[in-house]
């Protein structure tokens, strides 16, 4: 062997001749000669090798040189350090629909879109096409090719250039993975190496695998699934055979064959080159094969304020599939800036939507101003998260506690009149009062007057207590907001009243938004109304729609919705549940400029029912009707139309309706009364002693404050004539109904009023004329029945009694400081 290596290297030990550098043709041919000159002293040393080993000690020399490379190889092959492959590289975060579409990729730490894609998950047209194109023997070397980097040594001595590359996919890897710079011999070698320890530690799966993930595909574009997402819109998995070829070509020159919307000379020579490697005969039919993605110009976000909140609470998760649905988003977004500009010429210039499945709290839609990208408008600031003043669309839930604290039922009569609450005057939006009215009228109306009285009496909880309960962040204390608190007294955001709206459509139980496809659906939450009074109220807000004329021919499916104005023309809102879904509307300027448009009813609410509308004609599924909940404690009977009681025998007109049997107010009418009347004189007599002529007829006898009310409003009522002059006091007072101090309450203190004067004010029957008032039984004064007396009072404590003019008398203690 010695003698052999000494033969073979023999010429080393020469002079060498200086001389000038040889011209290329010379090198190669001195080459040649070289080349030829090995091959003649090997041929040799065969021949002298047989009669050098004939020795024993010589034979067995070389097979322990033999096995000791062997070894050494060895132990070198396994000794070689597992590389990461794609441990701590970072990939974009894609956030897809709940139908799997792409609504945004993120850019990772160093700026690139890269897609986590596993094998399974590619298209097998790309991995067949990318190792026709790279690698046609990658499943038979073992991380180098040897004669392909032969081929390329060949071609660099030969062209001074290399024609055709010479890295393996896995030396590929190799070189995106480390960063390795295989211009010079160095780096190639590094290469190598780095080939040799992937492919010892990982199958080719796995390293296919990562080069799909890693390879360039232009611009600032890694892997297949981005790639595919970005030129293509779809996934790396669904790519056409056409599809795949035009990636398969990029990673070679990714700066010149990026895939654009106008044709690429680059990019459609190497898919020829691709076929023609292939063996394909493409002829005339290329044009048919080639393939460019559609236009690409416009970067377009979907659902960016949706996405925006999903990004702010996300984790490191690469894939984050949402319960958004992008056709709904896309239905609303463009129904919406239809509705803008059409009716820009109003002054309405942003509008923000927000739709949830009520049955999972899915968040299906979620767009927060009418354009992202207008800076004019403030288009990034998220309308459905921004704290606005409500207005009106929190007196649903006054209502919802009235009816479970058993104030109201749906037709109780409520008092729409002027009415002082100490210093707090409210008024209503029109600046009129309609009087006595139905608490589902004053609802769908949406009266201020009735709603602050309502909010006046409840108590464990409040209003305000309730919406703390709810997670509503309300920053100061219940003093603060006062009864201005139904009326949009606070700043409360759509996400806030679409979640309480959506309590209310699930019987009264209140649950968070789910927004990703990991949170859990939740059937249970926790309960801030009655079922009872979440289907009432719902009930009581099944109202017709805004557009004149407008004729339901699907009375089986109604929407319950509500809408809200702010003080100030600043906020239009309208708020809808409809099926199983709830959608909250807003119509304003962020910068709280107001415009006499921004109306609840005329601005928001048409474009609600346009987007119902939309959805609806688009379902294939039915339409829910309204119905209550299973084992409800809800009972539906006739009620009297007039008094909202239970009909007595005088009642002629009915009306059916809901109450909540043991908490509705619920009680037998005494409005309709039958009384005698005297012939002759028209007056009234309290008794058929046979003295006079009589006859018996039905009159309405109404408090002496719905009287004033109904005398404010211009409504007339048949209330009873008075009695003879000559009629018993103590039979007319025997015939009528005691006052009902309504001001101060019982148990009230004079400090809590934020008045010098205590206001006195009480109900009596419809033949009163007069009130007087006592205080420890010492006279303080008297007034008409329909007036409030006001009473200068000094600290202590008084029992107030209150005498009409029928001598029928009620008291009550207070207690002033």
């Known amino acids: 062997m010695r003698m052999a290596l000494r033969t073979w290297f023999g010429e080393r030990t020469r002079p060498r001749v200086q001389s000038s550098a040889p011209s290329p043709n010379i090198r190669v041919e001195g080459a040649a000669a070289a080349v030829q000159g090995c091959q003649a002293r090997w041929r040799g040393c065969q021949r002298e090798q047989p009669k050098r080993m004939r020795s024993p000690k010589l034979r067995c020399r070389a097979l322990r040189s033999l096995f000791l490379l062997s070894s050494v190889a060895a132990i070198i092959w396994f000794a070689l350090p597992k590389p990461p492959l794609l441990q701590g590289v970072s990939f974009s975060q894609s956030i897809r629909d709940r139908n799997g579409k792409l609504l945004r990729v993120t850019l990772t730490p160093d700026q690139k879109f890269r897609i986590r894609t596993p094998l399974s998950q590619i298209s097998p047209e790309l991995v067949n096409a990318t190792l026709q194109y790279e690698d046609k023997y990658y499943a038979r070397h073992p991380g180098v090719n040897p004669i392909a980097l032969l081929r390329s040594a060949i071609d660099l001595v030969h062209c001074r250039r290399v024609v055709t590359g010479g890295s393996t996919i896995t030396m590929q890897l190799a070189r995106l993975r480390f960063h390795l710079h295989t211009r010079s011999v160095l780096g190639k070698l590094q290469q190598i190496v ?387 879904y709830v959608l909250g509307i807003w119509i304003g300027n962020f910068d709280g400029r107001p415009s006499n448009a921004f109306i609840g009813r005329a601005a928001a609410a048409p474009l609600a029912f346009q987007i119902i509308d939309s959805l609806r004609s688009g379902w294939p599924e039915p339409n829910e009707p309204h119905l209550p909940p299973a084992g409800a404690n809800l009972k539906r009977v006739e009620f009297c139309a007039v008094s909202g009681d239970l009909p007595g025998p005088h009642c002629k007109d009915l009306i059916e309706g809901w109450f909540i049997p043991g908490i509705s107010p619920i009680k037998t009418c005494d409005v309709h009364q039958e009384v005698l009347i005297d012939v002759a004189s028209g007056l009234r007599v309290p008794v058929d002693d046979g003295t006079h002529v009589v006859r018996r007829e039905v009159y309405e006898f109404w408090p002496s404050d719905f009287l004033s009310i109904f005398a404010r409003a211009g409504v007339q009522r048949r209330t009873p004539p008075p009695f003879l002059p000559e009629t018993d006091p103590n039979l007319i007072a025997r015939n009528g109904t005691a006052p009902r101090i309504v001001s101060p309450l019982s148990g009230t203190s004079g400090d809590l009023i934020r008045s010098s004067s205590v206001p006195l004010h009480a109900q009596t029957d419809a033949d009163v004329r007069e009130v007087y008032w006592f205080a420890n039984k010492a006279f303080i004064g008297r007034c008409s029945a329909r007036e409030i007396l006001a009473w200068n009072s000094v600290p202590g404590h008084y029992e107030l009694t209150a005498l009409d003019d029928r001598g029928r008398s009620s008291s009550c203690t207070i207690t002033v400081h």
Not at 198 to 224: D, F, T
């Open 194 to 580: 780095c080939a040799l320890e992937i492919e010892r530690h990982y199958s080719k799966a796995e390293i296919l695998q990562a080069y799909l993930n890693l390879a360039p595909y232009g611009r600032n574009i890694e892997g297949a699934g981005a790639a595919s997402q970005i030129y293509f819109n779809k996934t790396a998995a669904i790519l056409t055979a056409p599809e795949a070829i035009a990636l398969s070509v990029i990673p070679q020159s990714p700066t010149r064959r990026a895939l654009t919307d106008h044709e690429n000379s680059s990019v459609t020579a190497a898919q020829k080159n691709w076929y023609d490697r292939a063996k394909i005969e493409v002829g005339s039919d290329f044009s048919a094969r080639q393939f460019n993605p559609r236009s690409q110009k416009e970067n377009k976000l979907f659902a960016p304020h949706f996405v925006q909140q999903i990004l702010e609470r996300a984790d490191a998760n690469d894939q984050i599939a949402t319960t958004l649905d992008l056709e709904k988003q896309q239905l609303i977004e463009r129904r919406v800036r239809d509705y803008v500009a059409a009716n820009r010429n109003r002054g309405i210039k942003n509008a923000a939507a927000l739709l949830i499945d009520a049955r999972t709290m899915d968040v299906l839609a979620q767009m927060g101003s009418a354009d992202f990208n207008n800076s004019e408008i403030d288009g990034q600031v998220d309308g459905t998260r921004a704290a606005r003043s409500f207005g009106s669309t929190l007196k649903p839930f006054v209502y919802a506690l009235a009816l479970d604290q058993g104030l109201i039922h749906p037709l109780s009569i409520l008092a729409d009149a002027p009415r002082s609450f100490g210093d707090y005057n409210p008024e209503n939006y029109d600046r009129e009062f309609v009087g006595p009215i139905r608490a589902s009228d004053a609802l769908a109306r949406s009266r201020n007057i009735p709603a602050v009285e309502l909010t006046s009496q409840l108590s464990h909880p409040t209003l305000y207590e309730f919406l703390r309960n709810a997670d509503v962040p309300l920053p100061r204390s219940e003093l603060v907001y006062g009864l201005a608190l139904p009326l949009g007294g606070a700043e409360v955001s759509m996400q806030d009243l679409v979640r309480l709206y959506a309590a209310l459509a699930n019987n009264g139980e209140l649950r968070p938004f789910r927004r990703s496809a990991r949170d859990a659906i939740r059937t249970k939450g926790r309960r801030i109304v009655s079922p009872e009074a979440a289907f009432l109220t719902l009930e009581m807000l099944n109202v017709p729609r805004p557009e004149l004329n407008y004729v339901d021919s699907n009375q089986s499916a109604p929407v319950f919705w509500k809408t809200g104005t702010s003080h100030g023309f600043r906020d239009a809102w309208t708020i809808a549940v409809f099926d199983h």
